[in-house]
């Protein structure tokens, strides 16, 4: 593996361990594809550095069970939107 994969990989997993940020927050932030922020937090770290991929872990575990409310927020925010027009 490249080196520069190996660190954006590791920054990535920083990223998203100290912000809580989501798989599509971190692609738009470092400006790739969500696909790859998945590969790099769940295959590359833990080649690299596997306690660390354990810490990102937890933060996709907690944004995975949480998606369904931001989702649910999200379709409230529109209607509400469709309604004061």
Not at 37 to 58: G, Y
Not at 72 to 78: H, L, P, S, V, W
């Amino acid at each position: 593996m490249k080196s520069y994969i190996e660190e954006r990989a590791v920054e990535v997993a920083r990223f998203m361990i100290h912000t809580n940020a989501t798989v599509r927050e971190t692609a738009k932030k470092f400006g790739i594809s969500k696909s790859t922020v998945h590969k790099d937090i769940t295959d590359r770290v833990e080649k690299i550095d596997p306690e660390l991929a354990r810490s990102v872990r937890q933060v996709l575990e907690v944004n995975k069970a949480e998606r369904h409310i931001r989702g649910g927020m999200a379709t409230r925010e529109k209607y509400l939107k469709k309604a004061y027009r």
